[in-house]
């Protein structure tokens, strides 16, 4: 009789071949029908956690999130929500934005030899190299980005295929778009920032659960809410216009792009979207949705579950925000006021009832309707932003601005949200003035300005070139005017005159700066586009 | 005389020259000041100060701690803030206690947070 010889010591059957070959059942024969061996591996550190555990990892493998921007925020986001296996990832950005040198010290996503790629292919590719196992897929980010397309669907109707949105964008319009699709969609939404050194996170849409917002007011107890007659609503989910009824001022809003960026700082916020995007999609579906105001949802409207991660040590983000201070190395987290009685989107008396023909991007201008819209600029944005503009300066040929300034509240501050317009004889093509500036008259006719903030200037500068900030450029007028007579190199005869040329980054500031120059009657003329049209000037 | 720390972030830091805490001693409210002055005899008891509220630190703050730009912070017409601006007391959306009515005591602390939109 054949005794059966033992398995190689050195060969475990671990393979469903090899046990198949021995007679013993697949692998997957000792697993739940919805977690597959490769995923009892791949998972196996956060499946051992006992506050995870199976039951969460089925729930989020069989979920669907959709990351809108894949930028420093956004590329954190899905690198962790994709690695840690959920089921379906959608990325969106706006159609055009692809990869940029400027964008690989902070969106780590992407990487040198895809310069040049859509942001969210090159996400995407990031994600499948990581895992496999999770549904990658691209999707047209234009209805986030504010632009009403014929026959395209909303934006409500695009987020409701999804269990959470993160909010990875880059600007104030697509921040207040998404927040209304996904209050009218249903669905939670993990609402990141990051800029300088400071980092913003919460999660709106989400019914905070007693544990989430256990801290009493202090003061003097059971202060109500008050300015409105309006009863308070019982509901504890809040929207980000409950808590941000009217947008910002164009003119204090910073950007990545004008104001700078540590790549660690939305590092940690992508980061941290992942994981509050992780607890909401880890609450088993049968959770029935805590009771919200009977009236706040709009029939057919389904409501998020809530609640039930909080009950068992997972409690979402909701009703708080964390604050990051990047500077200091310090988190604070602090408790957001309830649901707004008379909120525009979330509440019974709401205004908002979809985001089709709404125009976003007027409004965050202070504009309820753009009566001449501006047209789409041509330049890529981090976030899902076509018709919306972008938070950066960016000048374009006919000197008239496609969208407000880069000026913020953060770095560096500039003095008006829109530059003057200026008639074409005040303005000079770069590529022609940098070829007569090169010359030895062209350059001892010239008196070059540059008005960039002194950190720009030292990090590249038109050599010859002297800096005025735009901030102190009028007190500096008289100054800089005695500094145009007497040039070096005048002929006999000539009138020893030097023109004053006002250079900036983008050709926005330089405008401010000639109407300030003209007025202390300095005939100063500026660059058009500014040195990111100047020929060979690095680009930053 | 109320003593209160004031934090400000999200950029605000730049508007009071890139200070993140300034400590603010809030003058008396005016209504308890303008009460009292009494003829001969023995003089009133004081009354008991009205406390200073959070309105009254916006205007103290605007006018004697903003350095540049005072309405990116507030303007003189507003009763709050600009909007975008997160103001909490003691770590509590300044909503749940009053807004601008909420009275301040020793020691507390209000923060003022722009909000951020960069990503």
Same mark, same amino acid.
């Given at each position: ?86 089921? #379906? ?15 690989? #010290?902070? %969106?780590?996503? #992407? ?203 997972? =409690? ?104 003057? #317009? ?59 005017? =005695? ?25 926005? %500031? ?31 | 005389? &109320? ?29 308890? &000041? ?32 903003? &350095? ?30 009053? &807004? ?20």
């Amino acid at each position: 009789m054949m005794v059966p010889p033992d398995p190689p010591l050195a060969a475990p059957p671990s393979a469903a071949n090899g046990s198949l070959a021995l007679g013993l059942p697949p692998a997957d024969a000792y697993t739940p029908a919805n977690l597959p061996p490769e995923s009892i591996s791949r998972y196996s550190r956060q499946l051992l956690l006992p506050v995870f555990g199976p039951t969460r990892q089925i729930a989020l493998s069989s979920s669907r999130a959709l990351i809108i921007g894949c930028g420093g925020l956004g590329c954190p986001a899905a690198l962790y929500l994709g690695a840690a296996g959920v089921g #379906h990832l959608a990325l969106a950005d706006r159609p055009g934005d692809v990869v940029e040198v400027t964008n690989l #010290h902070r %969106q780590v996503g #992407h990487t040198t030899d895809r310069v040049g790629v859509e942001k969210a292919e090159s996400l995407a590719i990031a994600v499948r190299a990581i895992n496999p196992l999770v549904n990658v897929t691209v999707v047209d980010g234009s209805a986030f980005a504010g632009g009403d397309r014929p026959g395209g669907a909303t934006a409500e109707a695009l987020v409701a295929a999804y269990d959470v949105v993160l909010d990875c964008t880059d600007n104030v319009a697509a921040r207040y778009l998404i927040n209304d699709a996904c209050v009218l969609g249903g669905v939670p939404l993990v609402a990141g920032a990051a800029v300088g050194t400071d980092g913003q996170l919460t999660v709106y849409n989400w019914e905070a659960s007693a544990v989430d917002v256990a801290r009493p007011p202090t003061g003097s107890p059971a202060t109500p809410v008050v300015g409105t007659l309006l009863p308070p609503r019982k509901s504890s989910r809040v929207c980000l216009r409950c808590v941000f009824p009217v947008p910002p001022p164009p003119s204090c809003v910073g950007s990545c792009d004008t104001a700078g960026v540590l790549g660690p700082v939305p590092g940690v916020i992508g980061v941290l979207q992942a994981l509050e995007a992780i607890k909401v999609l880890a609450t088993p579906a049968a959770v029935a949705a805590a009771p919200d105001d009977p009236a706040a949802p709009a029939p057919g409207v389904p409501l998020p579950p809530s609640g039930a991660a909080a009950a068992a040590g997972l =409690t979402v983000l909701a009703r708080r925000m964390l604050l990051f201070d990047g500077a200091d190395g310090a988190f604070t987290t602090v408790t957001l006021r309830p649901a707004r009685p008379d909120c525009a989107v979330c509440s019974p008396a709401r205004t908002v009832t979809s985001t089709a023909g709404v125009d976003y991007a007027a409004w965050a201008r202070g504009k309820p309707r753009a009566a001449t819209a501006a047209p789409p600029v041509a330049v890529a944005a981090e976030g899902a932003a076509a018709a919306v503009p972008r938070s950066t300066d960016v000048d374009t040929a006919s000197g008239a601005p496609a969208a407000p300034a880069g000026s913020c509240s953060v770095v560096p501050f500039q003095p008006s949200a829109l530059p003057p #317009h200026l008639p074409p004889a005040w303005r000079l093509p770069a590529d022609a003035f940098a070829a007569t500036y090169f010359t030895p008259a062209g350059a001892a006719a010239t008196l070059l300005v540059d008005v960039r903030p002194a950190a720009q200037y030292q990090l590249c500068a038109v050599p010859g070139s002297v800096n005025v900030p735009v901030d102190g450029f009028a007190a500096a007028v008289p100054d800089l005017a =005695t500094r145009l007579i007497g040039g070096k190199d005048a002929g006999e005869g000539a009138a020893a005159i030097r023109r004053m040329v006002i250079v900036c980054r983008r050709g926005n %500031q330089s405008r401010v700066a000639v109407a300030a120059a003209r007025g202390a009657g300095v005939e100063a003329v500026d660059i058009i586009g500014g040195l990111a049209a100047w020929p060979g000037f690095p680009a930053y | 005389m &109320t003593r209160v720390t004031v934090r400000f972030a999200g950029g605000l830091e730049l508007l009071v020259g890139g200070r993140k805490r300034v400590d603010v001693h809030l003058p008396p409210a005016p209504s308890a &000041t303008a009460v009292g002055v009494g003829g001969g005899g023995a003089p009133p008891p004081p009354p008991a100060p009205a406390p200073a509220v959070v309105g009254d630190l916006i205007a103290h703050v605007r006018a004697e701690v903003i &350095t540049e730009r005072h309405d990116a912070f507030a303007t003189a017409a507003d009763a709050g803030v600009r909007p975008g601006i997160l103001v909490l007391i003691n770590d509590v959306d300044w909503e749940l206690e009053g &807004t601008t009515a909420a009275a301040l005591a020793d020691g507390d602390v209000v923060s003022f947070i722009s909000t951020l939109h960069g990503g």
